[in-house]
C-alpha cells in the first residue's frame, strides 16, 4: 500500500521520538530538537488543518472560522514554550495517530461504494451488423442492441433475455444471496454475475440509468450528506472552539490570581485546558455512525438518499401504502374456485384455458397461471364480446366466461359464494354451459409475504399503518383486514394521493411507500418517500429511500437500524460530552497531566468511531 505524505512523515516523526527517548537526559538540547522535529513532522497534517484550514476558512467567510485541530495545534507550541518538548511530542503523535485511525475507521464504512465501484461492468460482447460478436465498452452500448453474456461473466447492463436461460446471482444489486433462475423476456441488472450457461439480451437502458449505475449515485449522494446531528455538530463546532479559546486567558488568570498557582503552572494548565476541552470524539460522535448505518443498508438493497432521511426514520408515527404493486404482487391471483359437475370437472377446466388463452384480459393470465398443468384443446375457437365476456363453442356445447351481471339466472349457491368472495374485496367471473351456470372462480392481487412482515413490525412499533388506494371500499377494507393495517383510505383518485399525505402531515410526520407515477406526488411531499425498486423512474427521482428488490420487510430492518444509529448517536455525544468534563475538572485539580490527557481524550475519540462502526455488521 503506498503511503501518503503526511503518514510517512508520521512515520519518521515516530523513529526520531524514539531516537530522542535513548538520548542522555543531559543533552538537554539535542533531545529537544529531536521532540521538535517530532512535532512538527508527525504533527504535518494536523498543523496544517489546524493553521491552514483556519486560515483559508476563515479568509473565505470573512470572519474567524477555527477548526478541533487548531487546539491541538496550540497545545503542542504551548507545551513548547514552557519547556515541555516531550510532551508536545508525544501529545502530537497520539492526536496525529488518532487521526489517522479515525480516517481508516471511517472509510472502512464507505467500503460498499469502493466495492460496488470495483464491479462496475467494463466490457461487453456486442453483435455486429454483419454477424460477428465483438467486444466493446459498455459506456458505448445504445439501447436496442444485442448481447451475449458468458458463463461466470458479468452482465454488462441492464436488458432482457433474448435467447437462452441462465442462473444470476444479483447480491450485488438486491443483496439477495440465492440465484435467481431467468428465463427468455425476464429482466437482468448490469452489475449480476451470470451462473454456467450463456444466454443472449437486448440492451433496455443507457449505462448511466442502469439500477447498478443508480446504486452507485445514491449511496455516493448519501455518504455525502450528513445526517441533521452530524450538521449541528459541525456547524457547532467553530462556536466551540471560539468559546475554548476566549476561556484560554480566564484560565491562566484564575489559576494566577485565584488558585494561587505559579505563572509556570497556570500556563501548564492551560495547556491541559487546551487538550481536554478538544471536542474531537464529538465530532465523530455521528458521520460514522451515520455512514456506516448507509453502508450497511446499501448492501442489503435499501439506498437512502441521504443521511438525514436514515436518522428521521426513526422519528415517523405513520406510514402509509400505496397498494397495487407496493403491498400486494401487482397482478391477480385465483384465490377460490367452485364447480357443480365435479366429474366433469377436468373437461370443465380444459375448455376454461383454452378459452382465456385466446384472450388479453388481466384475468386470463391469472387463469392460465393457476390451471398451467391442463393440457389445450386444439380445435377450439373463442370470440371475445365487448362488456359480455368470452363465448365459445365445442363438442356440441355454448360455454361462457364472464362477469356475474353477464347472467340473468343464477343458482344460489353460485349467488351466495358470489356474494361472500365479492364482500371479500374479490373478483368474480361464472362459467356456464348452455347458458346455465355450473362454475365459478374469484380472483384477488394477493399481499406480498414481505408486506405481511413489514405491517406486523410497524404495527408492533406503535406506528400508525394506513392504506391509500384507488380500489373499492370492499377490495380495500379486505386488504387492510388480511394484513391488518390500521386504516384503508379507499376510492382515492391518483390526483388525490398528495393531498391525502398533506392531512396526515397535519397531525405528525408521515412516510409514503409507493411505486407508480400516480404514487410520485405523494412521495415527494412526504417527510420520507420510499419507492420500490420496480417502480417507475419518476417515483424513484423523487423518493428519499428506494427498496431495490422490492421487499418491503426491508423497510422494517431500516427502521430498527435508524432507532441503533440515533441511539449509538446519543451515546456517543454523551460520553464525549462526560470524557470533556472529567478532563477539565482533572486538570483543574492538577490530577492529570497533557500526556494523559491526549491518552484519554484521543481514546474516547476511538472508542465513538467504533461503537458506530457497530451498524456496518448490525443483521436483519
Avoid at 456517543?572 to 492538577?590: D, E, G, M, P, T
Wanted: aromatic residues 6%; glycine residues 8%; proline residues 3%.
Amino acid at each position: 500500500m503506498k503511503l501518503s505524505k503526511a503518514m510517512g512523515l508520521y512515520l519518521i516523526g515516530l523513529i526520531i521520538f524514539l531516537l530522542g527517548l535513548l538520548v542522555p537526559a543531559h543533552l538537554t538540547i539535542t533531545k529537544n530538537l529531536l521532540f521538535t522535529t517530532t512535532v512538527l513532522g508527525a504533527g504535518y497534517h494536523v498543523l496544517g488543518e489546524g493553521l491552514g484550514d483556519t486560515i483559508n476558512q476563515s479568509q473565505r467567510q470573512h470572519q474567524f472560522v477555527p477548526n478541533i485541530h487548531l487546539l491541538m495545534a496550540l497545545a503542542a507550541v504551548g507545551a513548547m514554550i514552557i519547556g515541555s518538548f516531550e510532551e508536545a511530542a508525544l501529545l502530537i503523535l497520539i492526536f496525529a495517530g488518532a487521526h489517522f485511525l479515525e480516517e481508516y475507521a471511517e472509510n472502512k464504512s464507505r467500503s460498499e461504494i469502493t466495492a460496488l465501484l470495483k464491479m462496475a461492468p467494463v466490457q461487453a460482447q456486442r453483435l455486429s451488423a454483419d454477424g460477428y460478436w465483438q467486444t466493446v465498452l459498455v459506456k458505448d452500448l445504445q439501447i436496442g442492441d444485442t448481447l451475449r453474456v458468458l458463463n461466470g461473466a458479468q452482465v454488462p447492463t441492464d436488458g432482457r433475455i433474448t435467447k437462452g436461460q441462465a442462473l444470476i446471482n444479483e447480491a450485488a444489486i438486491s443483496g439477495e444471496s440465492l440465484p435467481q433462475e431467468k428465463q427468455v423476456g425476464a429482466e437482468v441488472f448490469g452489475g449480476t454475475i451470470n451462473g454456467n450457461s450463456t444466454f443472449e439480451m437486448q440492451v433496455t437502458k443507457d449505462s448511466e440509468a442502469t439500477v447498478f449505475a443508480q446504486i452507485i449515485h445514491l449511496v455516493q449522494a448519501a455518504q455525502d450528506s450528513p445526517s441533521p446531528t452530524a450538521t449541528t455538530i459541525q456547524k457547532l463546532a467553530p462556536i466551540y472552539v471560539k468559546i475554548v479559546l476566549g476561556l484560554l486567558p480566564v484560565m491562566l488568570v484564575v489559576g494566577t490570581l485565584i488558585a494561587h498557582w505559579s505563572l509556570d503552572v497556570s500556563f501548564y494548565r492551560m495547556v491541559g485546558f487546551l487538550v481536554a476541552a478538544s471536542p474531537c470524539a464529538l465530532a465523530a460522535s455521528a458521520v460514522p455512525a451515520t455512514l456506516a448505518g448507509i453502508s450497511n443498508l446499501a448492501r442489503q438493497g435499501v439506498l437512502f438518499k441521504g443521511g438525514s432521511y436514515l436518522a428521521n426514520l426513526a422519528h415517523l408515527q405513520t406510514i402509509a401504502f400505496d397498494k397495487t404493486g407496493t403491498l400486494t404482487r401487482g397482478k391477480p391471483q385465483v384465490t377460490d374456485q367452485y364447480f357443480e359437475f365435479p366429474k366433469n370437472q377436468e373437461k370443465l377446466i380444459s375448455v376454461i384455458v383454452t378459452m382465456e388463452n385466446q384472450s388479453n384480459h388481466p384475468l386470463a393470465q391469472a387463469v392460465k397461471e393457476h390451471f398451467k398443468q391442463v393440457v389445450e384443446i386444439t380445435d377450439l375457437t373463442c370470440h371475445n364480446q365487448v362488456g359480455q365476456g368470452l363465448s365459445a363453442e365445442y363438442a356440441g356445447h355454448f360455454y361462457q366466461i364472464g362477469k356475474p351481471t353477464s347472467f340473468k339466472q343464477v343458482p344460489s349457491t353460485f349467488a351466495k359464494r358470489c356474494q361472500r368472495w365479492s364482500s371479500q374485496g374479490k373478483t368474480v367471473v361464472y362459467i356456464a354451459c348452455d347458458y346455465h351456470v355450473i362454475g365459478i372462480l374469484a380472483f384477488m392481487d394477493l399481499p406480498k409475504p414481505s408486506a405481511q412482515q413489514a405491517i406486523n413490525y410497524f404495527n408492533q412499533q406503535q406506528i400508525q399503518t394506513i392504506m391509500i388506494t384507488g380500489d373499492s371500499a370492499a377490495t380495500g377494507q379486505a386488504v387492510a383486514h388480511n394484513l391488518r393495517i390500521k386504516q384503508a383510505i379507499t376510492n382515492v383518485l391518483p390526483t388525490q394521493k398528495a393531498h391525502v399525505i398533506a392531512q396526515l402531515q397535519q397531525k405528525q410526520p408521515v412516510a409514503m411507500v409507493g411505486d407508480g407515477i400516480n404514487d410520485a406526488p405523494a412521495l415527494a411531499n412526504a417527510n420520507i418517500g420510499v419507492a420500490m425498486g420496480s417502480g417507475t423512474d419518476v417515483a424513484i427521482d423523487v423518493a428519499d429511500v428506494v427498496l431495490v428488490k422490492n421487499d418491503l420487510s426491508k423497510l422494517s430492518f431500516a427502521h430498527r437500524l435508524s432507532t441503533k444509529m440515533n441511539q449509538v448517536v446519543f451515546e456517543n455525544i454523551i460520553l464525549s460530552l462526560i470524557v470533556v468534563l472529567v478532563l477539565v475538572v482533572l486538570n483543574a485539580l492538577q490530577l492529570t497531566n497533557i500526556a494523559w490527557g491526549v491518552v484519554l481524550h484521543e481514546g474516547s475519540t476511538l472508542l465513538v468511531i467504533f461503537n458506530g462502526l457497530r451498524l456496518l455488521f448490525m443483521q436483519r
